[in-house]
């Protein structure tokens, strides 16, 4: 398995890169992981002038703790190379992770990473920027393991629900938002994603919820991804930075708990039990594992 960096992806903003003032509002926000945007939220005509923006933004804003990523415009497009080659040559130095929207392939993931593969090289960068790719097409959730398994420079998986609403014919009225359906419209999506990450050690991050007035709403859509598995949520607004750096973050009690019960069962096992009560419960190697992905998110965050 890869050695990949650990970064913190409780919540990921999306930032149109053509808007300087929002750039700015981002850096001071304290979100564990900010996306510049070149792809849907630029009009065409903005597309290369946001480049430079882009550039000014990374070298310029102080971003404190904050993941700094570019959002390229896709492989089958006339930007994204440039996307990559322009904000690479000027602010590699500044840029931590680039995504790649609508893959459809473990090849198109492969091209990405060898042309940052000799922009390194050439720049003599001496440090790997990661990439996050975006599921968003049904031939992209159908080769979702393949996809997973492409470079090791591959950090993330996202499920972006709104070009997949398009790709699959699902009618949602906004972004993410309900559905009527009985149940959960991306229950499948979700699950399958998620396998998919956690089989090669990456990181699933949720999409956009567009209705950024209804807070309760965009709540419960965190709580279920992070049930699931993901570790965190779109935000395409400030207001939802909160909402889901706070769900993707264990309780205090939960983390304490869980340390407890780790210690309990170190203390059986020492008596030679491989199973044994905790608060009334039976708790054995498996409850250990499970409550582990709790500390390990507990010690991502540094509680
Ligand atoms: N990042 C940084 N700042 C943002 C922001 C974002 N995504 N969205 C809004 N803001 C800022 C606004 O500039 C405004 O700042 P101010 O108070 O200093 O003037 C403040 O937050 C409140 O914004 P508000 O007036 O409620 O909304 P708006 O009309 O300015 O913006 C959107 C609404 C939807 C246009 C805007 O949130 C946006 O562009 N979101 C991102 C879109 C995107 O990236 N889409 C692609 C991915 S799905
Ligand atoms: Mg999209």
Not at 61 to 80: F, H, K, M, P, Q
Not at 195 to 209: F, N, S
Request: glycine residues 6%.
């Amino acid at each position: 398995m890869a050695d990949r960096p650990q970064r913190l992806r409780r919540c990921q903003l999306s930032v149109p890169g053509s808007n300087e003032k929002m750039m700015q509002k981002a850096a001071a926000l304290g979100v564990d992981f900010v996306f510049l945007d070149l792809e849907d939220a630029v009009a065409p005509s903005q597309k290369r002038a946001s480049r430079a923006r882009i550039v000014e933004a990374l070298n310029g804003l102080n971003w404190g703790r904050s993941v700094r990523c570019v959002r390229i415009n896709d492989l089958s497009t006339e930007y994204a190379y440039e996307d990559i080659i322009e904000v690479v040559e000027a602010a590699g130095k500044n840029l931590d992770v680039i995504m790649l929207p609508k893959a459809m392939s473990a090849a198109d993931v492969q091209f990405v990473d060898k042309l940052l593969t000799m922009m390194e090289k050439k720049l003599r960068l001496n440090k790997r920027i990661g990439i996050d790719v975006l599921i968003e097409e049904v031939e992209a959730m159908m080769r979702v393991e393949e996809i997973a398994a492409s470079t090791p420079r591959l950090e993330c998986l996202i499920f972006g629900m709104g070009d997949y609403s398009a790709s699959q014919g699902v009618s949602l009225k906004d972004i993410g938002g309900p559905s009527g359906y009985p149940g959960d419209v991306w229950h499948y999506q979700r699950h399958r994603l998620t396998i998919a990450a956690r089989a090669h050690r990456l990181d699933a991050v949720d999409g956009p919820y567009a209705d950024f007035r209804s807070p309760d709403a965009y709540r419960e859509e965190c709580r279920r991804a992070m049930i699931l598995g993901m570790v965190g949520k779109w935000a395409i607004h400030p207001s939802q930075v909160e909402i889901a750096q706070a769900v993707f973050s264990p309780a205090p009690e939960d983390v304490k708990r869980a340390r407890e019960m780790i210690k309990a069962y170190d203390a059986a096992l020492a008596q030679g039990l491989g199973a044994v009560q905790y608060e009334g419960k039976m708790i054995d190697i498996a409850s250990v594992r499970i409550v582990r992905n709790l500390v390990d998110r507990a010690d991502r965050i540094g509680m």
